[in-house]
Every structure is written in structure tokens, then in C-alpha cells.
């Protein structure tokens, strides 16, 4: 298990394994989100199985698969309002973590600026500079 933190709330990972949900608890983390869709993945991990595993641990478990084609304003709204009715530090997960960091760099702009932005992904190991131009736009229209 690989849980980098972006912001003190806010973790992302690589795919979790159901075994790591005890630990994933004993970290903090109140809520994890699956990003990742259940067609990448064997049965073995599919959210069904993590969900059970996560949620035995006492936590809460949300399903919001993302891909590029998916990777919508409403999804980006739905991600950050989750993470933001979250009691606790959320993790989500993905195949390597960096979808997760885009949705939440995504739902970020206009509410930071693009430099604190990248420099939280940067941190936790995800260099997504080549999104600068889409967050400041994203973040002229907000604003």
C-alpha cells in the first residue's frame, strides 16, 4: 500500500488490496473513494470486494469510477463533495493514483492557485504540469 498524501484530507494510491484495509484505517483515513472502473481489475479487487473489506473496517466506501472520457465537471463536483462530507482524511485510489490527482486538481481550481496546486501533486509524487493550462481556465471560468 502506497497512500501519498496531496493535502492533510486528501490522499491518493495505486489500486488498494481488501488485505490493506486494516491499515488503511490505523492511518486516519475516514472515506475511500474507488476511482478506478471495475472492467480494469479482477474480481479480486473489484469495488464490491474492497467495499466489503473497507467498510468491515468501520469506514466509508464511495464508487466513482473515472476515465479519460469520464473524467467530467459533474464527476469532478461529485469527488470534491464527497471528499468535502467526509468526517475524516479520504483516500482515494486508482490504478496509480494519478487520476485521482487530476480530479482533485481539477476541483481545486479557482480555489488555489495552479502553482499550489501542482506543487501539492508534485509532493506526493505526480507531476502534472501539463494540466496548467486547463487549470487556469477552469479556473478564469470560475471565477
Excluded at 485521482?100 to 499550489?116: H, K, N, P
Amino acid at each position: 500500500m502506497d497512500i501519498r498524501p496531496i493535502t492533510d484530507r486528501y490522499s491518493v494510491s495505486p489500486q488498494i488490496d481488501p488485505e490493506d484495509a486494516a491499515a488503511i484505517k490505523e492511518s486516519g483515513i475516514t472515506t475511500v473513494i474507488c476511482n478506478r472502473p471495475d472492467a480494469e481489475v479482477p474480481p479480486s479487487h473489484q469495488s464490491d470486494a474492497v467495499r466489503a473489506a473497507i467498510e468491515a473496517e468501520g469506514m466509508r466506501f464511495e464508487v466513482l469510477p473515472i476515465t479519460h472520457q469520464t473524467m467530467t465537471p459533474d464527476r469532478i463536483a461529485q469527488q470534491t463533495a464527497i471528499v468535502e462530507a467526509s468526517d475524516g482524511p479520504v483516500l482515494a485510489y486508482c490504478a496509480s493514483g494519478t487520476r485521482c490527482s487530476i480530479v482533485w486538481a481539477l476541483g481545486q481550481a479557482g480555489q488555489q492557485s495552479a502553482d499550489e496546486i501542482l506543487a501539492a501533486a508534485g509532493r506526493a509524487g505526480y507531476d502534472l504540469t501539463a494540466l496548467r493550462p486547463t487549470l487556469e481556465a477552469a479556473a478564469a471560468a470560475k471565477g
